[in-house]
């Protein structure tokens, strides 16, 4: 075996080989090194320097190496045709200073990025990663606000700008620095891509740029090892990791399956934070510790605790990161970030049940994190590629040696932190946690645009009051009072197949109750069902049958009332789907959306006979991936384009929406969207069913 392959060997296995002047510094788990390997290294101990310090100068001078499983992660997740994609994994933070000496703290950052390679760092085009050589000197620009008639209005367009940056990463910087004068303040605002840095190496970064800037003269200690080292020989996982993961991929569970929205446009990520006060953090750490719990097991069952209580289920995956270098690695800047995929059952009939069993399972998993979350998703999507992505993350730095819990932030010296926000592809919902002035500090990163209004605000609220309950001693061993799901959910399994499925079985069930109230009529269910059936019948024979009618287009030109819920109620029993045709549009306008449609037209004496006669015999052609609807956009940037849904995924929101805001048999709901709007599509059935 070469010199090389034998190095490569060790590595895999989880040893660490540096090479420093004439010292080959050596660490290895207990174990894993035989006697003839110790033998060789010292033998051939001069072949193993020289072999090392080739390796280091072929990075040196911008050879590519692999990526980690988590920067892969980063890299493959921010594509813009995924649905949480468009997005970089991005850490922004901006301060307030009135005393800073710019040219100065450049000077302090151009040490830092010929110090620490990865502030160096590009990626290549076929999913690898280099160190360039050389870079030119970096320049904080400056902007100046003095004559700026809005300033505080242009400072929120340049944080709206700065702070969502996706960096491409094939281009040298992956950061940004910028200075803004308002007056005598300074706003300074930094943001980095945690591709070449994760949180623990954001914390050495900012401790040595704030040293450098006190004292430029001061030289640093030299580094240990290097990025490069770690990424080009990550040790495999163990069989015994393996063997630990593998039987659990066919069991556990998805991500929490909280209340959705549909998102348009690229993600956009905003904070909510809040901080538990010295005395009653330290109260907190106190009461866990006599219930034999680490600080970090209790944070986190509060966070699955929350979870559950505006999930449908509380059996759920939550992703782990941590950050945590390898020996040898300390002081290293790049992304170590390491993950656990944690099974969490928030079924315990107390809190101190629930937290128990997190910390066993978290210890557990700890144990056999030689196999990374990263890998173990990977493995599971293969193994069953329809279980849900798991989107919610718990981040702790709960304990990190970089920090100590009873001093000032790392980052106090460049000024006071006025806005900070994280953001990471494939992810909705970020908590992270950190100790500062012996308090805690809890933020939560958020896709606010993906929930329902309100609910990460009260997501929030309810964390920050259970922390404080269990602070103050209560809480440990009471029951659930936070669980928003016992409050009776309409849908107990799977939403409806069809999107008017659920008002035909309240149809069967509950025929006499009010269904529709319009100022000049009242529909109980059994007449909104017989109606629309007999003109379901007239539709699918004017289309040519039941067969022939799945997927065309019927357009209803009623205005808002009884007529334009029969209307819409009878198209789809008839197995095709409604088009809007909003009465009052220019006839031109309804004509063109029509014609573009293909659309049949509705007789309005058609619907006047519903009320009576013969009920048709139906067996439309649909089932949950018919087309449903299509709703034309305004048309503002000239011609209109169509949206078409199809059941499935119309009735899932539907469903939703009811079960997580209980509505119920006794509520009644005001139908005020336009047909032609998408909300008038729970106006009609999230009521009827």
């Not at 001061?218 to 593998?246: K, M, N, T, V």
């Not at 007529?563 to 789907?577: N, S």
């Not at 909300?679 to 059935?685: A, Q």
Request: proline residues 7%.
């Amino acid at each position: 075996m070469t010199v090389a392959a034998f190095l490569d060997d060790l590595r895999r296995r989880g040893v660490s080989l540096t090479a420093s002047g004439e010292t080959l510094t050596l660490r290895a788990p207990k174990g894993v090194l035989l006697d003839d390997e110790r033998e060789r290294l010292r033998s051939e101990k001069a072949a193993i320097l020289d072999c090392l310090r080739s390796e280091a100068a072929a990075i040196d001078d911008g050879a590519p190496f692999p990526l980690t499983d988590i920067q892969q992660a980063y890299l493959i997740g921010r594509a813009a045709e995924l649905e949480l994609g468009r997005v970089g994994c991005h850490a922004y933070r901006e301060f307030d200073c009135t005393a800073i000496d710019l040219p100065r703290l450049e000077a302090a950052w151009n040490r830092l990025v010929a110090r620490h390679p990865m502030l160096r760092a590009v990626f290549t085009e076929d999913g690898r990663q280099r160190i360039l050589p050389e870079v030119p000197s970096y320049k904080i620009e400056l902007q100046d606000l003095g004559a700026d008639p809005d300033p505080q209005a242009t400072l929120l367009t340049l944080r709206e700008a700065r702070s969502h940056r996706v960096f491409d990463p094939e281009r040298w910087p992956l950061f940004e620095i910028t200075a803004t004068r308002i007056g005598e303040r300074i706003r300074m605002a930094v943001g980095i891509d945690l591709l070449v840095a994760d949180a623990a190496a954001l914390i050495t970064l900012f401790w040595e740029w704030g040293a450098l800037y006190e004292h430029p003269e001061r030289a640093l200690p030299p580094i240990a090892g290097r990025f490069s080292d770690h990424a080009r020989h990550l040790p495999q996982p163990s069989p015994s990791d393996r063997a630990y993961w593998e039987p659990r991929l066919d069991t556990l569970p998805p991500g929490p399956d909280l209340p959705r929205l549909p998102l348009a446009g690229p993600p956009r990520f905003v904070r909510r934070s809040l901080r538990l006060d010295a005395p009653r953090w330290r109260a907190l750490k106190q009461a866990s510790a006599r219930h034999g719990l680490t600080i970090s097991a209790v944070v986190a069952a509060v966070y699955a605790d929350i979870l559950a209580a505006w999930n449908r289920r509380s059996h759920f995956s939550l992703i782990l990161t941590q950050f945590a270098a390898p020996e040898g690695m300390q002081g290293v800047v790049g992304d170590f970030t390491s993950t656990i995929l944690l099974e969490v059952d928030q079924t315990g009939a107390t809190f101190l049940d629930r937290a128990r069993a997190v910390q066993r399972r978290l210890l557990a998993d700890l144990d056999h994190a030689g196999m990374s979350g990263v890998a173990v998703l990977r493995d599971l999507r293969r193994r069953r590629p329809d279980v849900e992505p798991v989107t919610v993350v718990f981040t702790s730095a709960l304990g990190h040696p970089g920090l100590d819990p009873e001093a000032p932030s790392p980052l106090a010296w460049l000024g006071r932190t006025v806005f900070a926000i994280t953001q990471t592809p494939q992810v909705a919902m970020d908590h992270h946690v950190f100790e500062e002035d012996g308090a805690l500090v809890a933020s939560w990163d958020v896709i606010e645009a993906l929930f329902p209004a309100g609910v990460v605000d009260s997501m929030v609220e309810a964390y920050g009051a259970l922390l404080e309950s269990l602070a103050s001693g209560n809480g440990w061993s009471g029951g659930v009072t936070l669980r928003t799901r016992d409050r009776a959910p309409l849908l107990s399994g799977p939403p409806p197949a069809l999107l008017h499925g659920e008002f035909l079985r309240q149809a069967r069930e509950t025929p006499t109750r009010a269904a529709v109230i319009a100022p000049d009529r009242t529909l109980d269910y059994v007449t909104l069902d017989q109606a629309s059936t007999r003109l379901a019948g007239r539709i699918a024979t004017a289309l040519g049958g039941a067969a022939a009618a799945r997927d065309r287009l019927v357009a209803i030109e009623e205005p808002k009332g009884w007529r334009q819920i029969i209307a819409v109620l009878a198209v789809l029993k008839a197995g095709a789907a409604y088009l809007p045709v909003d009465p009052s549009l220019p006839a031109e306008r309804r004509r063109l959306l029509i014609d573009r449609g293909e659309a049949l037209q509705i007789d309005p004496e058609w619907i006047s006979e519903t009320l009576d006669g013969p009920l048709a015999e139906l067996a439309p052609a649909v089932d949950p991936s018919s087309l449903a609807y299509v709703i034309y956009t305004s048309g503002s940037t000239g011609e209109p384009k169509g949206v078409m849904i199809e059941h499935r995924a119309a009735v899932t929101t539907v469903a939703e929406i009811n079960r997580r805001w209980a509505v119920g048999a006794d509520d009644r709901v005001l139908g005020l969207s336009s047909l032609s709007f998408d909300l008038s599509v729970y106006d009609i059935f999230g009521p009827l069913s």
